[in-house]
């Protein structure tokens, strides 16, 4: 395991992130607290120390577990949560009982504060933009989290790019704590990020931690058995089409079809600095996924992969990065104009 600096702070993580909501039986579905501590033991052993939980993971279990797990060398491992989501048990007649407002963020952490039996979060993430808190109210409520000790850097989860920007905006200009990752679900399937959040991150020198890398399991190709299919609406044609595509080219070159998928967003360094979040119910699964550190795809595969992608970026990337448009804006000097192509 490598490690690398998250976003324009001076904070080392490893280049995998271990995603935890799997960490707890509670939503019917997940891995035990046995087979927890096996998952979160095999990431440690291979160097790694990046923690990824929420407040309503698991009702709050996976926050407890990871609490638990850490406490032997607490101060080696970088955990990050999240606020905004209310837990499924939480009082549904209290209104501040979610959303991203100063009163359910300080009533948040300081619940997570005690699940995780740790007196600061290394990251707290805004989970999700809620369109009603005022952006300045964030940004006030998540640096005096900071100042206070209990929050030592602060990122964005599932939200739009000029939110984000602005937010860099804001801490720029009011020696705020800056947002320094967000994180977003990416795969071959579903690659939405590249249009605006992918180069604001860059401009902005941010970090993605990125979800979502099998599309709901679909890239291992184990939906490809029809009746699979029926009970998967999601498993769409054209993720089918894509699954097909990886598997394939997993058989030919000896790797799971997991890890060729989790390498294609790993090896998209260009277009973001990325930390892939391994998400796993079992030992096997994740031991799979740690096999990605061994190997990476070549030129060629990647360019076979993309090869049956129809994403297009759309406008207005598409417009201006077009050779004509590049021409009548730099004429012949437009070839070597390429910090954002």
């Not at 577990?65 to 499924?88: C, H, M, N, Q, W």
């Not at 504060?113 to 952006?135: Q, V």
């Not at 090896?267 to 096997?284: E, F, V, Y």
Request: aromatic share 10%; proline share 3%.
């Amino acid at each position: 395991m490598r490690y690398k600096l998250l976003g324009r702070s001076g904070l080392r993580v490893s280049e995998l992130c271990l995603g935890t909501m799997t960490f707890g039986e509670d939503w019917g579905w997940g891995a035990s607290q046995e087979e927890s501590q096996r998952l979160f033991d095999a990431f440690a052993d291979a160097g790694g120390n990046f923690i990824d939980t929420a407040c309503n993971y698991t009702e709050g279990t996976s926050e407890k577990l990871v609490g638990e797990f850490v406490a032997s060398d607490r101060d080696y491992f970088v955990i990050a949560t999240k606020y905004t989501l209310r837990p499924r048990h939480a009082n549904k007649m209290d209104p501040n009982f979610g959303g991203n407002n100063r009163k359910n963020l300080m009533r948040s952490v300081d619940a997570s504060l005690k699940r995780l039996n740790t007196d600061h979060i290394d990251l707290l993430y805004l989970h999700m933009w809620d369109y009603t808190t005022g952006l300045s109210e964030v940004m006030r409520g998540l640096d005096d989290l900071v100042r206070a000790g209990k929050v030592l850097y602060v990122g964005f989860s599932d939200t739009p790019a000029y939110v984000v920007a602005k937010a860099n905006m804001l801490a720029d200009f009011h020696a705020l704590s800056p947002i320094v990752a967000i994180q977003v679900p990416y795969n071959l399937v579903r690659r939405d990020p590249e249009r605006e959040l992918f180069p604001m991150a860059k401009e902005e020198d941010i970090s993605v931690t990125v979800w979502g890398m099998l599309g709901g399991g679909i890239l291992t190709g184990k939906y490809r058995d029809a009746d699979a299919q029926k009970r998967y609406e999601k498993a769409s044609e054209r993720g089918m089409a894509f699954a097909d595509k990886v598997v394939d080219l997993a058989q030919e070159i000896g790797h799971s079809p997991s890890q060729v998928a989790i390498n294609w967003v790993r090896q998209q360094q260009s277009k973001a600095q990325i930390i892939p979040i391994l998400g796993a119910r079992n030992l096997d699964q994740l031991n799979d996924n740690l096999g990605v550190l061994d190997f990476e795809l070549s030129t060629k595969q990647l360019t076979l992969i993309e090869e049956f992608s129809d994403f297009e970026l759309g406008f207005p990337w598409s417009f201006l990065h077009d050779e004509e448009v590049l021409e009548l804006i730099h004429g012949d000097t437009h070839q070597i104009l390429d910090r954002h192509r």
